[in-house]
């Protein structure tokens, strides 16, 4: 009795440390929309690799499904989200007194748009790794169980999320049934999720990080009039000045702080993946970018009406550029013919329907060490406050999974659409007759889905990071004779990056479709110099890992080797290790097995991976040597046997197998204990189990069957008295 109670409180002290770590979260279940399970803060300090400490600004993060504060065995992801360079130098012109930017080394800037804002050095930009929390001190130090991977920069607005560490996960609420919060140039836009057992998502339901991602351009209320008589002028690749464009779209570089260090908030060119803003007048914006490959030109996908897009000087009919989709045409006045007269003309009126709408947000170089939001679309440009807004990108759905992932649900991190013209969808009136003149703004490109899964995904899960579409321009009038226009739509946005370990999964990385105009005096064109945003890229490989150790059970004074089983592959550099305590300590032990040394007391040891998110206990239970109690039978008289078997024989001892041997050594098994017949000394062995065995010798006494002699005599005669005798030396009975 002693020894069952005793196993059972070790094995409801294993059912609770094994729980402690992966799967300490619980089961949780999204039964409704717009449920948030993180919760964010952000690096106030740079942090170097190999670093077992960061500094943030308050690591309590409570919020999301965490109603305590951060501790010991928690899970974090760290990414950081810009701090590139780019391709800018200032430009002044001394006649107007303004500085602007060019691409590096390229004063006839004008000739050379695409190369503006191109990534030259990546710098620690979307680095990213998953670590778990050793503990917390103060109100801003992290400690982790590994030393970090990369380093990451502060400035480079470094997110830390808290992942919740779920036992299952139900998805059942519907569209956006999990949700990030909305990114703000410091935190959000990431969902991140780990779960021990599986996941299932219900058709109809959804994760999403769709729109969450980098900020579009935001309209600006200065516009400039162009001239139609100067056809071939080129609006300013990146400028300080609203009048001589409009917002560029958020990207890896920055947002409005970074730009505005470089004199480069407005201007048509895109600053890394954001898209460009839209050129005066009333020009549309360009759309967001992700990663992607080939030669950029910032024109993005130009879609049917090759003829038509011929036109153009270059042509670009059937020329595809990776990255975002350009911004249509500068505002025209007159109604011409858009099949044959081509763009940059004084017949059109206006600005001459210049080609000068937001470009493409770069394509960025795909490196599996990096992820990346997608870059917001550029806003339109706007001079009578009814232009569109550049659209989010997508953010990123980061899941790691060591069950299943389930049902028929999606997965989505797409771009959000550009605003388009009248964004409010205000009636025109006798004091505005005419509602929707100004440009739209470009879409915002599809983010990334990451999805780290040790069983393959199934073909009824669909992934989507689909580009956003460009905004429209939507025109509209008091009385039919108001005069018509036509401006610029929205440039579509790329679509994103979906990455996983194995599976099936329905997958969807389209680019946005550009907008269209509804303008009378384009209606064979309704694209007016809008492209789509490029595919983006799918089936990208995620590595993942998992351990597996067995309990086992070994007698008091001996020792044990212990193995770990590593399904998948372990991140490049690390080591499996061995420990004495689930979180901190020195490593006692690399490799795949260890072996102890000899044990009288239970224990439990933890092996785990550096760099890794978790350590799994394996328990080694000790129990003292058995208890082997022997008592000889009786001895019998030959042909008699004695049974070994007998409870009495081993009355007392503690419960187990007993086996039967007749040497001491237990190499050879005696033959039907349970009937001995010859006189010697055998062995008895118990096993408790673990390999823990105790063996006594016991006695068998066969005495044999007694010899009478004796000897006839007489006869005799009645009367007489005869000795009788028994000459055998037996002791006998008369």
Same mark, same amino acid.
């Given at each position: ?25 619980? /089961? ?61 130098? +200032?430009?002044?012109? +001394? ?36 670590? %778990? ?297 006798? /004091? ?31 992934? %989507? ?75 990208? /490989? ?61 224990? +439990? ?47 007392? /001892? ?71 005798? %028994? ?8």
């Amino acid at each position: 009795m002693k020894n069952k109670i005793f196993l059972t409180l070790m094995l409801f002290g294993f059912y609770f440390l094994s729980f402690s770590q992966r799967g300490k979260d619980g /089961s949780y279940t999204a039964a409704t929309q717009n449920n948030v399970v993180n919760t964010y803060t952000y690096l106030t300090a740079d942090a170097s690799a190999g670093a077992t400490t960061i500094t943030v600004n308050n690591n309590s993060m409570t919020g999301g499904v965490f109603g305590t504060p951060l501790a010991a065995g928690d899970l974090l992801l760290i990414i950081q989200m810009q701090g590139v360079d780019i391709s800018v130098e +200032t430009y002044t012109v +001394t006649s107007w007194g303004g500085t602007y930017t060019i691409p590096t080394g390229y004063t006839d800037w004008w000739n050379h748009i695409e190369k503006w804002g191109a990534v030259t050095n990546y710098n620690n930009a979307g680095k990213f790794e998953q670590v %778990e929390v050793q503990g917390v001190s103060g109100g801003n130090t992290i400690s982790l169980q590994c030393g970090l991977k990369n380093n990451y920069t502060a400035s480079g607005h470094v997110q830390i999320v808290r992942v919740p560490r779920f036992t299952d996960l139900t998805v059942s609420g519907g569209v956006n049934s999990i949700i990030p919060v909305t990114w703000n140039g410091q935190v959000g836009g990431v969902v991140a999720i780990e779960v021990e057992n599986d996941i299932t998502i219900n058709s109809g339901s959804s994760i999403s990080a769709s729109g969450y991602g980098f900020r579009g351009g935001q309209l600006d209320p200065n516009g400039n009039y162009g001239d139609p008589n100067q056809p071939n002028n080129v609006t300013y690749l990146g400028t300080y000045d609203p009048q001589e464009g409009s917002e560029k779209g958020e990207g890896i570089y920055g947002y409005h702080a970074e730009y505005d260090a470089i004199y480069s908030r407005y201007g048509i060119s895109g600053a890394a993946n954001g898209g460009g803003g839209a050129g005066y007048t009333n020009c549309g914006g360009g759309g967001g970018s992700n990663i992607g490959t080939g030669t950029y030109t910032g024109n993005g996908v130009p879609q049917g009406y090759v003829s038509v897009w011929n036109l153009e000087n270059p042509p670009i009919g059937g020329v595809s550029s990776p990255g975002g989709g350009r911004g249509g045409y500068a505002i025209s006045d007159n109604d011409m013919n858009e099949l044959t007269l081509g763009p940059r003309q004084t017949a059109w009126g206006g600005d001459a329907r210049k080609t000068n709408g937001g470009r493409g947000g770069h394509p960025l170089t795909y490196d599996p060490s990096r992820i990346f939001f997608g870059g917001g679309g550029g806003s339109g440009d706007q001079d009578t406050d009814e232009g569109g807004a550049g659209g989010r990108g997508g953010g990123l759905v980061y899941i790691t999974c060591y069950g299943n992932i389930l049902g028929s649900g999606k997965i989505e991190v797409n771009g959000a659409a550009g605003q388009n013209s009248n964004p409010t969808n205000g009636a025109p009136s006798f /004091s505005k007759p005419r509602r929707g003149v100004d440009g739209a703004g470009g879409g915002g490109a599809g983010g990334w889905i990451r999805i780290e899964n040790i069983n393959p995904l199934p073909s009824t899960i669909t992934l %989507e990071a689909k580009g956003g579409k460009g905004g429209d321009q939507q025109l509209s009038y008091l009385s039919p004779f108001a005069p018509d226009e036509a401006s610029g739509p929205g440039g579509g946005g790329t679509g994103g990056a979906i990455a996983f370990t194995s599976g099936s999964p329905i997958q969807d990385v389209s680019g946005g479709m550009n907008g269209v105009t509804n303008s009378s005096h384009v209606s064979n064109f309704p694209p007016n110099g809008a492209t789509a945003g490029a595919t983006g890229t799918s089936s990208l /490989s995620t590595p993942v890992y998992d351990l597996t150790v067995t309990d086992t059970t070994i007698c008091s004074g001996n020792s044990v080797t212990l193995s770990v089983t590593v399904t998948g592959t372990l991140p490049a550099g690390s080591s499996v290790n061995w420990y004495t305590q689930q979180f901190g300590g020195a490593s006692i032990a690399t490799g795949t097995s260890f072996t102890t040394p000899s044990l009288t007391s239970t224990i +439990t040891y933890y092996v785990g991976v550096c760099p890794g998110t978790f350590r799994i206990p394996i328990t080694v239970t000790v129990v003292p040597s058995p208890n082997l109690v022997i008592t000889n039978p009786s001895a019998v008289c030959s042909p008699g046997t004695v049974d070994l078997t007998a409870p009495a024989v081993t009355a007392g /001892s503690d419960a187990g197998t007993l086996t039967y041997w007749t040497d001491a050594t237990a190499t050879t098994p005696l033959a039907n204990p349970n009937a001995v017949s010859t006189s010697g000394t055998y062995y008895i062995q118990l096993d408790i189990g673990g390999g823990c065995t105790s063996i006594q010798p016991v006695t068998v006494t066969i005495n044999p069957q007694p010899t009478v002699v004796a000897t006839n005599n007489g006869p005799i005669c009645s009367g007489q008295t005869l000795t009788l005798n %028994e000459t055998g030396g037996q002791a006998v009975s008369w």
